[in-house]
């Protein structure tokens, strides 16, 4: 099966650019960023299984999850390009590197590094799962009862975004069955030691964010030997939303041709 993605800018123009979500999130999420680039680049955003508009599948795996990135790349014809990923994207995308780095240009990792993480998830999870979509009024219900387990209104707007209202029930677009019974697979990173990736890479991270720790920068060093790691100020894991600014300027000198 093939992912739901959104095309902008022309096929013809510059290196392509393929954006991948994080956990919970879905394409929409790179919608500002990707505009300032569709001048100069084709940019392919897709919606990862399990995730927005794409199918679902108990495989959540980041075996299955960069295969059906390359699996799109090959239907598009794109033998070649740039890879920029978030949190789980992020993962995704250094897993297409590390397997098949000849597909891929330049990798531009966001807030994530290539180590298991202990991250749960699990109140976020058990959160969602509780919410009665049977007998929920409106979104803002649903938001309050949230409010009970998550502080910040920012993180439940993301994971709200995923709740979507058909012709006569509620729904929510991930498949929170598959990401729960297999968020051991999506916090932890499952690649041979002796693999690396020596092309142009770029960790950009939250300078506000734990998630590119010193363990994180030495596992960045051990599968990334030629990785640039820059921090963004005043940015959390959200860094293109916190910062878009100065992500965009930090992606576009980097993609610059040196």
Known sequence: MTLFYRE?????????????????????NWGGIVKSFAETHYCIVPDLRNHGRSFHD???????????????????????????GHSMG???????????????????????APRRY??????????????????LENRNEADNYLANFIDESGVRAYLL??????????????????????????????????????????????????????????A????FPNAEVRGIDNAGHWVYADQPQAFINSLSRFLKPH
């Open 90 to 112: 992020g993962k995704v995308a250094m897993m297409v590197a590390l397997h098949l780095p000849e597909m891929v240009d330049r990798l531009v990792v966001v807030d994530m």
């Open 58 to 84: 108990d495989g959540v795996g980041y075996g299955a999850q960069s295969g059906d990135v390359i699996d799109l790349l090959e239907e598009l014809d794109i033998d070649k390009a740039t890879l920029v």
């Open 8 to 28: 902008y800018g022309e096929p013809s123009s510059g290196s392509p650019l393929v954006f991948l979500h994080g956990l919970f999130g879905s394409s929409a």
């Open 118 to 135: 202990q991250h749960s998830f699990a109140s976020i999870l058990t959160a969602l799962k509780k919410i009665d979509l049977d007998n």
């Open 220 to 223: 960045i060093s051990h599968f």
């Open 161 to 218: 975004q995923n709740l979507v209202r058909t012709s006569d029930a509620w729904q929510w677009r991930i498949n929170l069955e598959a990401l729960s019974n297999g968020i051991a697979q999506i916090t932890g990173f499952p690649v041979n030691e002796n693999r690396r990736f020596n092309g142009p890479t770029l960790f950009i991270h939250g300078n506000n964010s734990d998630y590119v720790d010193v363990e994180g920068k030495a």
